[in-house]
C-alpha cells in the first residue's frame, strides 16, 4: 500500500509518503504535525542568548584552548625581556595579565550560564513534547485495544452462532 506523498512544512519539498525526513539534504526536517522545538527556541531567544550560546560554543572547542596558549606565551616573551624590541608592559608576577584573566573568566561562567539555561529550556521543551507524544500515543492505543477486543466479540459470537446453526 502506498501511501500520499508528504510536503516539507519548512522547504515545501515533496517526499515520499513513508518518508520521516525531508528528502532535502539543505532540509532535513522532521516531517509530522508537531512544532519544530529548535526554531521555536530560535525565534524566541534574545540578543544575549545567541550571543552567549555562539560565545560558548566557541569556549567549549580546541580552538579556544591554542587561542589562549599562543596569547600566553605571545604575553610572557614580551614582558619577560626576551624580545628586546619591546619594553615589558606587565612586569612580573604579570598582575594585568591576573586582572585580565579574572574578567575573561567572569564574562564566560556568565555566558556559559546562560546557555546552560538555554540548554535546560530547550530539554524542558522536548520532555513537555515527548510527555504529549506518550499520552496521545497511550490514548490510541486504548482506542485499538478496544476495537480489537470488539473484533474477538464479534468473531466468538459468529463461530458460537455458526457451530450452533450446524448442530440442528
Known amino acids: 500500500m502506498t501511501t500520499a506523498p508528504l510536503t516539507c512544512p519548512a522547504c515545501g519539498g515533496t517526499n515520499p509518503g513513508e518518508a520521516v525526513f525531508c528528502a532535502n539534504p539543505a532540509c532535513r526536517k522532521a516531517l509530522g504535525e508537531f512544532r519544530y522545538v529548535r526554531e521555536e527556541l530560535r525565534t524566541t531567544a534574545r540578543w544575549h542568548e545567541r550571543l552567549a550560546e555562539q560565545i560558548s560554543d566557541y569556549v567549549g572547542r580546541p580552538h579556544f584552548l591554542v587561542v589562549h596558549s599562543v ?26 595579565l591576573g586582572i585580565i584573566l579574572s574578567v575573561e573568566a567572569i ?9 546552560s539555561n538555554r540548554q535546560s529550556e530547550h530539554a524542558n521543551k522536548r520532555a513537555e513534547l515527548d510527555y504529549e507524544v506518550n499520552v496521545r500515543t497511550y490514548r490510541r492505543v486504548k482506542e485499538m485495544d478496544a476495537a480489537v477486543r470488539e473484533l474477538v466479540a464479534r468473531v466468538e459470537r459468529l463461530e458460537a452462532s455458526v457451530r450452533a446453526g450446524r448442530r440442528e
Open 71 to 96: 596569547w600566553f606565551l605571545v604575553w610572557l616573551l614580551l614582558n619577560s625581556g626576551l624580545v628586546a624590541a619591546v619594553a615589558a608592559f606587565d612586569a612580573y608576577p604579570f598582575g594585568l
Open 107 to 115: 564574562f564566560i561562567t556568565g555566558f556559559l550560564l546562560i546557555a
